[in-house]
């Protein structure tokens, strides 16, 4: 499927911090490729591959505008992207949390007779 | 590799149970029924052939009607600490997830830890625990706390 196809390319183009750190300036607002790559210390023959590999995964549109090349964010992959994590975030958690209750409501989950009651201890990575 | 760097979803939480308990409440088909799924949504069926290979079914009905079917089959079946599984749904996507789920005992309960892994390629045998670890750098705003 197309849609899946190209929300894998937006997942492995996000998956490099320095075209995360284009599409924070994008963010701001359009720009040029030239201010893009003002920032970073790769040449600009590498900033035009990160943009590529942006604008193929529908993260940016690319414009001309005279001799200038400019750039901005195209919302609706990332939304999309967004939307992905979104609902398996939910997915889980509300699954986690009606694991516990559920355990909670077994007789068996009293085999750990002495063991501390906490509600959801919160994890840190 | 490269083909395989995604975005991933993970989700923790500490339960009041064994490894044990727990792991059987995930692979347990009559167990699964009784708390899978978010709010609203129900599991109307489950299939589950519990070994490497094997595969599995589970059937949700979504709160606007529609039935969805997870389907995949697992990669790695260490009972009661470790399962791994690919992770489709009918009708839908074509390209298999990964889900890893850890059962850790910890301060007389468990951690159950969930990591929800967007696999672009297909090679979704190979069994790499460190697949997903290269994944999660950037991702911290997206890994569940709560």
Not at chain 1, 21 to 33: P, Y
Request: one cysteine or more; aromatic letters at 8%.
């Amino acid at each position: 499927m197309a849609t899946d196809r190209l929300l894998n390319e937006t997942f492995a183009a996000l998956a490099d911090p320095t075209r995360r750190a284009i599409l924070a300036r994008l963010a701001t607002g359009e720009c040029t490729v030239n201010e893009l790559a003002a920032p970073f210390d790769i040449s600009l023959p590498a900033i035009s591959r990160h943009l590529k590999v942006l604008e193929q995964a529908s993260l940016i549109v690319k414009t001309r505008d005279g001799q200038r090349r400019r750039c901005r964010l195209d919302p609706l992959a990332l939304d999309r992207a967004a939307d992905w994590l979104q609902f398996h975030r939910r997915f889980w958690n509300e699954s986690l949390d009606r694991l516990a209750v559920h355990l909670r409501h077994t007789r068996k989950s009293k085999e750990i007779p002495h063991g501390p009651y906490r509600k959801a201890r919160r994890g840190k990575k | 590799m490269t083909t395989e760097r995604s975005f991933s979803v993970m989700a923790r939480r500490w339960i009041p149970a064994s490894a044990q308990l727990l792991f059987d409440a995930w692979t347990q088909p009559a167990e699964l029924m009784q708390w899978w799924g978010p709010t609203g949504v129900k599991c109307t069926d489950a299939r589950i052939d519990l070994r490497v290979g094997g595969t599995y079914l589970i059937d949700n009905l979504m709160p606007d009607g529609r039935l969805v079917r997870i389907v995949g089959d697992f990669e790695v079946v260490e009972p009661p600490r470790r399962l791994s599984y690919s992770w489709r749904v009918e009708p839908g996507e074509e390209t298999p997830e990964r889900v890893t789920v850890r059962f850790e005992p910890c301060d007389g309960g468990t951690e159950v830890v969930v990591i929800h892994e967007r696999i672009a390629s297909t090679s979704t045998r190979d069994r790499h625990e460190q697949g997903w670890q290269g994944c999660l750098e950037g991702l911290s705003r997206y890994v569940i706390a709560n």
